[in-house]
Nanobody
Framework: QLQLVESGGGLVQPGGSLRLSCAASGLSLDYYAIGWFRQAPGKSREGVLCISRSGGMTNYADSVKGRFTISRDNAKNTVYLQMNSLKPEDTAVYYC????????????????WGQGTQVTVSS
């Protein structure tokens, strides 16, 4: 069974950068679309970005457009979320998730989830 583990979160100042990692085990990530989601306190889980099985990127959150990118390293069985120009509004728990076929901005469509990693943007 596919297992996902996020890492790389922490405290960063506004305008700073973080790179989150989503490491897979059990199965190969190259057969899955991988999405990044985030959930802030009191808010629903929000789709951020997804990378398709072929490597294409889809953005589901207008607020991160031009600042966040997603990439895949199949050799390391890992997907990354590069976050630049971070804002306090980006503070949330960030999750990666895997789908057997296609990218989606809706969390209910995904089959596998990591445990999440906290990102806090504050001065």
């Amino acid at each position: 069974q596919l297992q996902l583990v996020e890492s790389g979160g922490g405290l960063v100042q506004p305008g700073g950068s973080l790179r989150l990692s989503c490491a897979a085990s059990g199965l190969s990530l190259d057969y899955y679309a991988i999405g990044w989601f985030r959930q802030a306190p009191g808010k629903s889980r929000e789709g951020v970005l997804c990378i398709s099985r072929s490597g294409g990127m889809t953005n589901y959150a207008d607020s991160v457009k031009g600042r966040f990118t997603i990439s895949r390293d199949n050799a390391k069985n890992t997907v990354y979320l590069q976050m630049n120009s971070l804002k306090p509004e980006d503070t949330a728990v960030y999750y990666c998730a895997a789908d057997d076929y296609y990218c989606s901005g809706q969390w209910i469509e995904y089959d596998y989830w990591g445990q999440g990693t906290q990102v806090t943007v504050s001065s």
